[in-house]
């Protein structure tokens, strides 16, 4: 038998060496966990540094009078990339469209706010990541097959498996077995179920025509519409006059010089300009129709800015021609073409809508023969040119009757006879 020292002695040196092997696993562990920590907090502090690099872009300042719009759209989605200065999204306010643009290349990678939304000035709005811009990947780049999947077993996903046989195929070499038979008087109950059904009223035939309906939500420039159409009737005394116009001398001299004025200055000579020159020159005559009320006062103009109504798809439009009193045919047919253009591309500024003296509005041009316009307050009055026939209607607490008419006799006879507009003759 061995003695207990010798026992006790191996007894030790095993437990030594185990020690020594713990303490070299332990050292070879730290050393790995070191390692994945110091790669960990280099990626956390990659992602760290991108993510402080993000910008967030607020809603812009749309105009003094405009605090908040309704998000129309996004014209960029997260993941995107974008250029400096490109689009982003729509605010829809109730006067005009606001473009919100990307203020340098990036990508986007977050959106503050959802479609149909109402977002104030200076509220978040979306986040970019500044970078190259340029076109996003297309989803069949983005798909690609996993690299590291063998080309052998790269098989094509869509493809279902096929079926795998049920134990009962199985069993039957793939013959399903027969059911059980039906029994007689099973198959009399099923015969007199089937009498019943046939036997039952057929169904009331249904109504005919479409009874459904639609709901959409008026957009901003309706209600603001709404609203204006409203508050004009209710605030001013509104009565309309009407005079016939002989447009024969006027087409003559438009057939005379629309070619020369087309060729010359590259602008279609029309008869809104006519109407607009002898309305400035009538105004100028009679200042009242030319006026406004601010609170108890009356304010006359000594310029004439005529509102020029404008028909788009969301809605009716009036920008304005600025001191038309100044301007001759050729002048108010350029303003009016490129005030037009600007309506129905949605590209109208507040500026080009703001003030305002006295409105015209042309609805010959659907179709119309008679019409009462509503006044574009704070303007006293509006004239309406339906094919030959004029028609005005007057804020009565500022025109009496004799003015409106004296007015829209002073607009017939500068139509009737052109030439006056030209000599500015009385």
């Known amino acids: ?27 070879v562990s730290l050393s790995k966990g070191w390692k994945v920590a110091d790669s960990q907090m280099r990626r956390a502090q990659f992602h760290s540094s991108h993510l402080l690099q993000a910008e967030t872009v607020k809603v812009p300042q749309m105009a003094e009078s405009i605090s908040e719009g309704t998000l129309r ?4 989605q997260v993941g ?29 990678v977050e959106l503050l706010a959802k479609e149909e939304d109402t977002v104030s000035v200076g509220q978040d709005l979306f986040r970019i990541e500044p970078g190259e811009g340029g076109a996003s990947p297309s989803p069949q780049e983005q798909k690609k097959v996993d690299p590291e999947e063998p080309k052998d077993q790269q098989l094509d996903k869509t493809t279902p498996e096929p079926p795998a046989p049920s134990s009962v195929d199985r069993q039957s070499g793939g013959i399903p077995p027969e059911g059980p038979k039906e029994s007689k008087k099973e198959v009399k109950q099923d015969l007199k179920s089937k009498e ?18 639609t709901r959409v939500k008026m957009n901003r420039m309706r209600l603001r519409i709404a609203e204006r159409l409203k508050e004009s009737q209710n605030a001013a005394a509104s009565l309309t006059t009407f005079n016939e116009i002989d447009m024969s001398s006027l087409m003559e001299m438009r057939k005379k010089y629309k070619d020369e004025v087309l060729k010359e200055h590259d602008v279609k000579l029309g008869f809104m300009s006519a109407f607009a020159r002898a309305c400035a020159l009538a105004l100028k005559e009679i200042p009242a129709a030319n006026a406004s009320i601010e609170g108890d006062e009356i304010v006359y103009h000594d310029y004439v800015d005529l509102s020029v109504a404008v028909a788009t798809p969301k809605g009716l439009v009036t920008p304005v021609v600025r001191n038309a009193e100044s301007m001759g045919f050729v002048d108010i047919e350029k303003e009016i073409a490129a005030l037009g253009t600007k309506a129905r591309d949605g590209k109208l500024t507040l500026e080009d809508m703001a003030g305002g003296t006295f409105t015209i509005s042309n609805g010959g041009v659907f179709g119309s023969l008679y019409g009462t316009p509503i006044i574009n307050l704070p303007q006293s009055a509006i004239v309406i040119r339906p094919i030959m026939v004029v028609a005005l209607t007057y804020d009565h607490r500022l025109l009496d009757g004799r003015e409106a008419v004296t007015f829209l006799v002073k607009v017939r006879d500068y139509i009737e006879d052109p030439r006056k507009m030209l000599l500015a003759l009385n």
């Not at 038998?1 to 050292?27: E, P, W």
């Not at 759209?73 to 960029?76: E, N, V």
Request: aromatic residues 2%.
């Open 80 to 108: 995107d990339s974008v250029e400096a200065d490109e689009e982003v999204a729509t605010i829809e306010t109730d006067k005009i469209d606001v473009s919100v643009n990307a203020p340098k290349s990036g990508k986007i």
């Open 1 to 27: 038998m061995l003695s207990k020292r010798v026992i006790a002695a191996a007894r030790s040196s095993a437990f030594l060496a185990s020690r020594n092997v713990r303490c070299r696993d332990t050292a």
């Open 73 to 76: 759209s996004w014209s960029k």
């Open 196 to 213: 019943v059904k046939s036997k039952a009223p057929p169904a009331a035939p249904k109504a005919p025509g479409n009874r459904g309906e």
